[in-house]
């Protein structure tokens, strides 16, 4: 069974920072294409970032380009998501994804299926 366990969320202050990490157990993690998604109170959820199985790929929300960065340690079958320059408006749920092989690029489309979903962990910046 493929879980996938998120932490690193928190309380910090506008401008500050946050490192996300996804934890990936029961599945071939290096065939995996990851993605960060985020849902604020009475929002939809939202796509921030995904990157490739290769690593090679990677694809970002726009108001989050070049304050955010995602990454991947196969060895440690976990992705992160490095937060600088938080804003108030960042403040949400955040939530890890993973398809096997799945298209970057389409980890923006509501309707794109993907597989395998963490339980989310809260990151809220008070400003």
């Known amino acids: 069974q493929v879980q996938l366990v998120e932490s690193g969320g928190g309380l910090v202050q506008a401008g500050g920072s946050l490192r996300l990490s996804c934890a990936v157990s029961?599945?071939?993690?290096?065939?995996?294409?990851m993605g960060w998604f985020r849902q604020a109170p009475g929002k939809e959820r939202e796509f921030v970032a995904a990157?490739?199985?290769?690593?090679?790929?990677?694809y970002y929300e726009e108001s989050v380009k070049g304050r955010f960065t995602i990454s991947r340690d196969n060895a440690k079958n976990t992705v992160y998501l490095q937060m600088n320059s938080l804003r108030s408006e960042d403040t949400a749920v955040y939530f890890c994804?993973?398809?096997?092989?799945?298209?970057?690029?389409?980890?923006?489309?509501?309707?794109?299926?993907?597989?395998?979903w963490g339980q989310g962990t809260q990151v809220t910046v008070s400003s």
């Open positions: 994804a993973a398809k096997q092989f799945g298209l970057p690029e389409q980890f923006s489309r509501s309707d794109y299926p993907l597989n395998y």
């Open positions: 029961g599945g071939p993690f290096r065939l995996y294409t």
């Open positions: 990157i490739g199985w290769t690593g090679n790929s990677i």
